[in-house]
């Protein structure tokens, strides 16, 4: 049974910092693109960043050099880290994995950039 567990959402400050963690399981085939996605209220869900099985990344123009996306290939897991924080990247962030011609989502985790 495929699962993504997603953690590391929260509440923090402008200029703060969080990591985004996914970690997928359940799949006896080779993950290929993993990524991170976030639809913010009232907006369509849009690419945050994604990272091949080659290292390769690809990031939006709104977090490039803040964010940082990474993989673990032996362990399945992706990660997120999200430095200098703004208010517009509040968002439900999503856990997106490849694997062959069939994509998976997670849940979702809430980040939330306030004071």
């Known amino acids: 049974q495929v699962q993504l567990v997603e953690s590391g959402g929260g509440l923090v400050q402008p200029g703060g910092s969080l990591r985004l963690s996914c970690a997928f399981s359940?799949?006896?085939?080779?993950?290929?693109?993993m990524g991170w996605y976030r639809q913010a209220p009232g907006n369509e869900r849009e690419l945050v960043a994604s990272?091949?099985?080659?290292?390769?990344?690809v990031y939006a123009d709104s977090v490039k050099g803040r964010f940082t996306i990474s993989r673990d290939n032996a362990k399945n897991t992706v990660l997120l880290q999200m430095n200098s924080l703004k208010s517009e990247d509040t968002a439900v962030y999503y856990c997106?994995?490849?694997?062959?011609?069939?994509?998976?989502w997670g849940k979702g985790t809430l980040v939330t950039v306030s004071s």
């Open positions: 990272i091949n099985i080659g290292g390769r990344t």
């Open positions: 359940g799949s006896t085939i080779s993950v290929g693109t």
């Open positions: 997106n994995v490849r694997v062959s011609l069939i994509t998976y």
